[in-house]
């Protein structure tokens, strides 16, 4: 069975440039969750749907990050515009159950973003 | 409170050796505690967890150990391996909003060296 699917896998770009980080979740999987992971912060969890839905977005660091979910197979996280300091890895995660719970966080491979 | 702190933040073992990691928290309401493991440009993934109603789970050579009156867990990694080396992280749950997320400790780079 495929994985959390992410693309691009890197990205570099310059300061002010719009970034789109794609994510396509596990099929049968109602949770998404978008993380950023940097040596100073470790794994922060940005923001989460479920069934679709944005549910707690209280981790998008400003206004420059937005994220969406059109349908159940698909996301996108945003950053514009994009700044040095957003410079970090990216992780889509997907679940079938609650994961403070008893379930499991299946994450991609990251999108590793540079923002010279 | 909904901090959960893990040490050490880095950490070399000998292979064959035995491997630690600590963790702690605060919130009493805690009661799911999964660890996960990453490799260098890999996402992390789950590798065993435990619930506070056992004071210890193995899986192979991995095994947690929970001290629910101390509120702290731990990982034990035996015979460690050089293919042992990656990020572990020691996550709790729920978080206080939601039983929908856990709260990540920081992460401990193990290097298991021949």
């Known amino acids: 069975d495929a994985g959390v699917i992410q693309s691009p896998r890197h990205e570099v770009t310059e300061m002010g440039q719009e970034v789109t980080l794609r994510c396509k979740p596990i099929s049968g999987h109602d949770y998404l969750f978008w993380y950023r992971q940097t040596m100073m912060r470790g794994l922060e969890l940005l923001i989460y749907f479920n069934n679709n839905v944005p549910i707690d977005d209280s981790g998008m660091p400003e206004d420059r990050f937005s994220a969406k979910m059109p349908n159940a197979s698909f996301s996108t996280l945003k950053i514009q515009p994009s700044e040095p300091r957003d410079s970090a890895v990216y992780f889509c995660?997907?679940?079938?159950?609650?994961?403070?719970?008893?379930?499991?966080?299946?994450f991609g491979e990251g999108s590793r973003l540079t923002v010279l | 409170q909904q901090q959960v702190k893990q040490s050490p933040q880095s950490l070399i073992v000998q292979k064959g050796g035995i491997s630690i990691i600590n963790c702690a928290y605060e919130n009493t309401a805690f009661d799911y505690f999964p660890w996960y493991q990453q490799f260098p440009g890999k996402g992390p993934a789950l590798l065993i967890a435990i619930r506070p109603d056992v004071s210890e789970k193995k899986e192979g050579r991995f095994t947690i150990s929970f001290n629910k009156s101390a509120k702290q867990f731990s990982l034990h990694i035996m015979d460690s391996q050089p293919g042992d080396s990656a990020t572990y992280f020691c996550a709790a749950g729920p978080d206080k909003t939601s039983y929908d997320k856990v709260i990540f400790g920081p992460g401990t780079s193990l290097s298991v060296i021949p």
């Open positions: 995660a997907s679940s079938n159950r609650r994961v403070g719970s008893t379930g499991e966080l299946f």
